[in-house]
């Protein structure tokens, strides 16, 4: 496995970086880091001026850091490269994972507590464009995380469903986890009454095949007359989860995926935001050539 951290060394960046290390259990082989030196930042605005004092200054900053940080998982046996870049960090952290081939791509992202915060999406501007248009799974760590020291976030997991392909492609795509797992519990959300039995069939279904792949505990949690995104959280709570995981679109955006390649579930959007633990996010089947080309033509 191969995996892409892209990161501006926030405070919680560390304890990132020693939860990635236990993937090494579950066959990870290299981690790739990358810092990328936001162009407002080395140019000067009316003349667009490139201060190479200045970006040396970020890319010796961003060097330094990552040196030590290859050492360390060189301590576990993990190989380690890193990329400084300058440009847009969306494009840069695209551009790098269609290079490198990655399997995750793993970000953080600093909860916004102001108002502004929460009515509108507390994620910033480079993940949440990230996940409109990623091909890659990507795991969002809040700055709320607390790492521990011995239990794996992919101990526990809930996986939220709403039974879309999508949602079938997260719960295949969680087995590749499968020797840190313990227990997974598959939430849905019943928007229906009158389907609760065909549901329920399905979801035991999911649970049993999960189960035969080698999941060691394995339930489902089925809830009524909930919002999607509160139920979600709540079980999670409930069920003392070490992580999230879901489809970055459900059922009614892969409809809209017809006319739009590109798209975040609202759902989706309002769990990340929301969320104190890390939450998986597996996208729907997207070709990397459409989005090379979309960053070719600078869209």
Do not use: C
């Not at 799974?137 to 709320?144: A, D, I, K, N, Y």
């Not at 709403?162 to 986890?177: A, C, G, P, Q, V």
């Not at 995926?257 to 759902?267: C, D, E, I, P, T």
């Amino acid at each position: 496995m191969k995996v892409l951290f892209p990161t501006t060394f926030e405070k919680f960046s560390f304890g990132i970086l020693k939860e990635i290390i236990k993937l090494k259990e579950t066959g990870l082989e290299e981690v790739i880091f990358l810092y990328v030196v936001e162009l407002e930042k080395v140019i000067v605005p009316k003349t667009g001026e490139l201060l190479e004092s200045e970006l040396e200054k970020e890319k010796k900053r961003a060097e330094e850091g990552f040196r030590k940080w290859q050492l360390l998982l060189e301590e576990y046996g993990v190989k380690a490269k890193y990329y400084v870049k300058l440009g847009k960090a969306v494009e840069k952290i695209l551009e790098t994972a269609i290079k490198e081939d990655v399997e995750l791509v793993i970000l953080g992202h600093k909860k916004r507590k102001s108002f502004l915060g929460i009515l509108f999406s507390g994620l910033g501007s480079t993940a949440l464009t990230f996940l409109k248009v990623t091909a890659f799974p990507v795991l969002v760590f809040p700055s709320t995380f607390k790492e521990h020291e011995k239990i794996s976030i992919f101990e526990k997991i809930e996986v939220a469903t709403d039974l879309s392909k999508n949602s079938f492609r997260t719960l295949e795509y969680i087995l590749k986890f499968k020797p840190l797992i313990e227990k997974i519990v598959v939430s849905h959300v019943l928007k229906d009454k009158d389907k609760k039995v065909e549901v329920e069939e399905k979801l035991q279904k999911i649970v049993e095949q999960l189960k035969t792949a080698g999941i060691k505990e394995a339930t489902y949690k089925l809830i009524e007359h909930q919002e999607p995104a509160d139920a979600i959280l709540e079980a999670a709570q409930e069920e003392n989860a070490n992580l999230l995981a879901m489809g970055i679109i459900g059922t009614h955006e892969e409809e809209r995926m017809k006319y739009n390649l590109f798209w975040f579930g609202s759902v989706a959007q309002k769990v990340t935001d929301d969320a104190d633990i890390p939450v998986l996010l597996v996208p729907p089947e997207r070709e990397t050539e459409k989005i090379k080309e979309m960053l070719k033509n600078g869209e």
